[in-house]
């Protein structure tokens, strides 16, 4: 098993655009969920999702979608990108929601 | 407001001088209580699950533990390679029945040979 990959591991944009972070695991895991983490807080959720087709927002939700059109598959995008969305962003998932979560390599993004 | 403090947010050990890791909570509707490991640049790797107070789990050196409050991490003569960032993370449940995660900002061990 890969567990849960992430790409790419670094991406540099500049204000205003656009991109995908991609996120798959290959574990048949019903919940997934994208994180980021910032210098003095802790990993702070965005959205996740329970299921193929069903997603919810977190805590952090502002200028990010995401989509679940497979149960390995999990995409989180940047509609238009903004310094304060400079961070590492991880995407983990686990079996059930109640499990404890398996988290990818991260994605190290900059936003100039 | 729910909340989880983690301390000290730093911490240096000699080789072989055991120590405690805190993280207290509040927070309603608990679920479970997880640990996570991270090293620099590398995703927060699953430790231990706690469910109720009185509970204790154990893995190698570390040993988890879990009261109404708070949780310990006991570290029992450690060795540089358990230099990480550790993590705790409370999950619980809202009223609307949907699950919601919060971590704690972590604490940075150093473990010096």
């Known amino acids: 098993n890969a567990g849960v990959t992430q790409t790419p591991k670094f991406q540099v944009l500049k204000t205003g655009q656009s991109m995908t972070l991609q996120c798959a695991q290959d574990m048949n895991h019903e919940y997934m969920s994208w994180y980021r983490q910032d210098p003095g807080m802790g990993l702070r959720l965005i959205h996740y999702?329970?299921?193929?087709?069903?997603?919810d927002q977190g805590e952090v939700p502002n200028g990010y979608n995401v989509s679940r059109s497979t149960t390995e598959d999990f995409p989180l995008r940047l509609l238009s990108a903004a310094p304060s969305q400079t961070s590492v962003y991880f995407c983990?998932?686990?079996?059930?929601?109640?499990?404890?979560?398996?988290f990818g390599p991260g994605t190290r993004l900059t936003v100039l | 407001e729910d909340q989880v403090t983690q301390s000290p947010e730093a911490l240096r050990l000699q080789e072989g001088e055991s120590s405690s890791l805190n993280c207290s909570y509040t927070v309603s509707g608990l679920r479970g209580l997880f640990w996570y490991r991270q090293d620099p640049g590398k995703g927060p790797e699953f430790l231990f699950t706690l469910y109720s107070a009185g509970e204790e789990k154990e893995k190698e050196r570390l040993k988890a533990t879990l009261t109404k409050k708070e949780s310990f991490l006991h570290i029992t003569a450690p060795k540089p390679e358990d230099s990480a960032t550790y993590l705790c993370?409370?999950?619980?449940?809202?009223?609307?029945?949907?699950?919601?995660?919060?971590f704690g900002t972590g604490t940075r061990l150093k473990v010096l040979a």
């Open positions: 999702s329970v299921g193929a087709g069903i997603t």
């Open positions: 983990a998932s686990s079996y059930r929601v109640y499990n404890e979560q398996f």
């Open positions: 993370a409370v999950q619980a449940v809202r009223t609307s029945g949907t699950y919601k995660y919060i």
